[in-house]
T-cell receptor, first 114, second 110 residues
Framework: GAGVSQSPSNKVTEKGKDVELRCDPI?????LYWYRQSLGQGLEFLIY????????KSGLPSDRFSAERTGGSVSTLTIQRTQQEDSAVYLC????????????FGDGTRLSIL | RKEVEQDPGPFNVPEGATVAFNCTYS??????FFWYRQDCRKEPKLLMS???SGNEDGRFTAQLNRASQYISLLIRDSKLSDSATYLC???????????FGTGTSLTVIP
C-alpha cells in the first residue's frame, strides 16, 4: 500500500512568514510522529499523536510550533513567524501501535528560511 | 544521559569487509529495538527489527543483549551500496515513544 506522504517536498520562504507542512500517514496507522533534522545532525523529536489521546508536545521547541491531527489521519505542522534556525528537514513517521511495529517515514519536507 | 548512544564513526572499510556497530540504551524498560539506515539527504528506512534471540537477514545480523543493554549490527561482505548512516532505535511500549541514536556513519571503499 501507499507509504507516508508529506507535502510540500521543498519549501522556501522568507523569515517571519508562517508555513504549514502536511503529513498523510499509512492507512490504519494510529500513531503519528513529527521530527526535524538539521544538516548533519540526528533526529529531533517534535510531537507525537496516538489515536484520540492528547498529543505529546514535549519536543516542540517554542510556542511558534503547533500541530494538529484531524480525524485521526492527516496531520499538519505549523510554524509561525519563521526564523532562520527553523531551516531543516521535517520528517513525519507513522506506526501501527498493535504489536509495537516500527515507524515508517515520509520523504520529508525540506524547509529553507531566507 | 542519552536514551540511546552510538559511536558516530566514521567507519571506513574496504569492500568485502565485515563491520560491526554497537549501540547502548539507558532505560531497561525499553522493549522493541530496530536498526534503520539513512542515506544522505534521505529519510530513515527500516533495515531490520532486533529480536531477543538475535536475527539475520542476508548479510546483516542483529543481536540484543538485555543484561548489558546493548544492540549490535553486523554487516558481512560489505558492498559499496551499504555506505550510509545506521541508526539504532529503541521503543518503550509505555507511551510508544521511539528513541533514536545519532547514527553511525559507514563508508565502504572500493
Amino acid at each position: 500500500g501507499a507509504g507516508v506522504s508529506q507535502s510540500p517536498s521543498n519549501k522556501v520562504t522568507e523569515k517571519g512568514k508562517d508555513v504549514e507542512l502536511r503529513c498523510d500517514p499509512i492507512s490504519g496507522h494510529t500513531a503519528l510522529y513529527w521530527y526535524r533534522q538539521s544538516l548533519g545532525q540526528g533526529l529531533e523529536f517534535l510531537i507525537y499523536f496516538q489515536g484520540n489521546s492528547a498529543p505529546d508536545k514535549s519536543g516542540l521547541p517554542s510556542d511558534r510550533f503547533s500541530a494538529e491531527r484531524t480525524g485521526g489521519s492527516v496531520s499538519t505542522l505549523t510554524i509561525q513567524r519563521t526564523q532562520q534556525e527553523d531551516s531543516a528537514v521535517y520528517l513525519c513517521a507513522s506506526s501501527a501501535v498493535e504489536g509495537r511495529r516500527p515507524q515508517h517515514f515520509g520523504d520529508g519536507t525540506r524547509l529553507s528560511i531566507l | 544521559r542519552k536514551e540511546v548512544e552510538q559511536d558516530p564513526g566514521p567507519f571506513n572499510v574496504p569492500e568485502g569487509a565485515t563491520v560491526a556497530f554497537n549501540c547502548t540504551y539507558s532505560n531497561s524498560a525499553s522493549q522493541s529495538f530496530f536498526w534503520y539506515r539513512q542515506d544522505c539527504r534521505k529519510e530513515p528506512k527500516l533495515l531490520m527489527s532486533v529480536y531477543s534471540s538475535g536475527n539475520e537477514d542476508g548479510r546483516f545480523t542483529a543481536q540484543l543483549n538485555r543484561a548489558s543493554q546493548y544492540i549490535s549490527l553486523l554487516i558481512r561482505d560489505s558492498k559499496l551500496s551499504d555506505s550510509a548512516t545506521y541508526l539504532c532505535v529503541v521503543n518503550r511500549h509505555t507511551g510508544n515513544q521511539f528513541y533514536f541514536g545519532t547514527g553511525t556513519s559507514l563508508t565502504v571503499i572500493p
